[in-house]
């Protein structure tokens, strides 16, 4: 099975809901989990559908809620995360029936109204 490294930060954004990371690194992961390009306005759906299967993964990590974490405390937070699971984690992509793929102007349009789209091509 082929893996891929992420930042510790990055796959606890993604079980956490919380932004520990830059969002380069959640859309390189998400994407990667998902293996497809991943919208914004799907982001909240890949990390529903990513969270158990990193969990399974790393199951020491479904401790880490981030409840505690603040702006004013975050890097000590992440730190201490870091030092007790380790910085650096060999992520697996899901399983094909682990991730619904959906068109992602169908899904946009399932949040806001069609007239609010605006599609741009080159």
């Not at 859309?27 to 158990?52: D, F, I």
């Not at 974490?69 to 995360?81: D, G, I, S």
């Not at 060999?90 to 959906?102: K, L, Q, W």
């Amino acid at each position: 099975m082929t893996t891929e490294r992420f930042h510790l930060s990055a796959v606890l954004t993604m079980t956490t809901g919380k932004l520990l990371c830059q969002m380069d690194d959640i859309y390189r992961l998400a994407q990667y989990l998902a293996g497809e390009p991943v919208w914004t306005h799907q982001l909240g759906r890949v990390m529903t559908e990513s969270k158990p299967h990193l969990l399974e993964q790393f199951p020491a990590l479904a401790s880490v809620t981030g409840e505690e974490v603040t702006p004013e405390n975050f890097a000590a937070w992440l730190y201490e995360r870091v030092t007790e699971h380790g910085e650096w984690f060999d992520v697996a992509p899901m399983p094909e029936h682990a991730h619904e793929s959906i068109d992602p102007l169908s899904e946009l349009a399932e949040k806001v109204h069609p007239d609010r789209i605006v599609t741009v091509s080159a």
